[in-house]
């Protein structure tokens, strides 16, 4: 039958492994399942000219998930839950992406075993768009935070459960000589499922205002940086407008020289 707009793939939905040679996939990774990250629109478009394919992203089941690679935290891996026969299962999105022919696809159903909630769905729409829109920061900022923002790996790391995001206003936005300083302020989101994601978002606010001279001691010979503000919000606190004044700091952070500047999306 030819590509139907009444299609049941949708962004989100599993292409179980069993069906991977049926569609081509001879050559993938270790995977368990396929997951469809093409937009809802693209995938129902019948018009094979235009989207002649749907995008789908290997995955592989977990045994426990890794609060590092939650909430979009980094942009290249990302730990999502799904709901399998009324259960929660926790699932791994690694690299790898194919593109499958619609005219391959069509004679396949989407594995409806396995449900993506609402919450879990925008979370991996946003993880989608900020592998597209990550922030490249000037080469003379990240000389001078390289110690700082190993302090923040640090600290990230072992808090993941609680630390929604670290959040970055700096200026001016250019490359600056060594003699000029930059201005900084940092947020640090937490997630107010339990109390203590507060306390431990304000102790990890306070080890970093407390270290931060020691930490751009060790960068000295590139310049400095006057850190203006340093606290802990809460997801509720922060506003739409921190999110436009602000970058988002992944565990992994780019400058100009690794990576080039792309489109916001």
């Known amino acids: 039958m030819p590509w139907s707009r009444n299609t049941k793939w949708r962004q989100g939905s599993v292409l179980a492994q069993k069906d991977f040679q049926a569609v081509g996939l001879t050559d993938v990774p270790d995977a368990d399942l396929a997951i469809a990250i093409s937009h809802d629109c ?35 891996i990302l730990h999502i839950d799904y ?17 499958i022919n619609k005219d391959r ?21 946003s993880w ?12 003379s900022l990240v000389d001078r ?12 790391k072992k808090n993941s459960a609680g630390i929604l995001s ?23 989101v937490y997630i107010i499922d339990k109390a203590e994601y507060g306390k431990m978002a304000v102790n990890i606010a306070s080890s970093l205002k407390k270290e931060f001279p020691n930490l751009l001691e060790k960068t000295k010979d590139s310049g400095t940086v006057d850190l203006r503000k340093c606290e802990a919000v809460s997801e509720m606190e922060f506003t739409v407008r921190d999110m436009r004044d602000t970058v988002e700091y992944h565990l ?8 080039p500047s792309g489109p916001v999306i």
Not at 145 to 156: Q, T, W
Not at 252 to 259: A, F, K, N, P
Request: glycine fraction near 4%.
């Open 105 to 125: 696809l069509d004679t396949l159903q989407p594995d409806e075993t396995y449900k993506l909630n609402t919450d879990s769905g925008q979370i991996l729409q």
């Open 83 to 99: 709901k399998h026969d009324g259960q929660i299962v926790w699932i791994e999105l690694i690299a790898s992406k194919r593109l």
């Open 252 to 259: 992994e952070h780019l400058s100009y020289r690794t990576e």
């Open 145 to 156: 935070l390289r110690a700082v923002f190993k302090h923040i790996d640090d600290k990230g």
């Open 166 to 188: 670290f959040r970055l206003s700096y200026d001016p936005k250019d490359e600056l000589p060594r003699e000029e300083p930059y201005e900084l302020s940092i947020s640090i």
């Open 128 to 139: 989608l768009a900020a592998r597209y829109r990550r922030h490249a920061l000037p080469n």
């Open 42 to 76: 693209d995938i129902a478009n019948d018009n094979l000219d235009v989207e002649p394919a749907v995008e789908f992203i290997f995955a592989r089941i977990l045994e426990q998930h890794n609060g590092n690679f939650t909430y979009g935290k980094n942009p290249r």
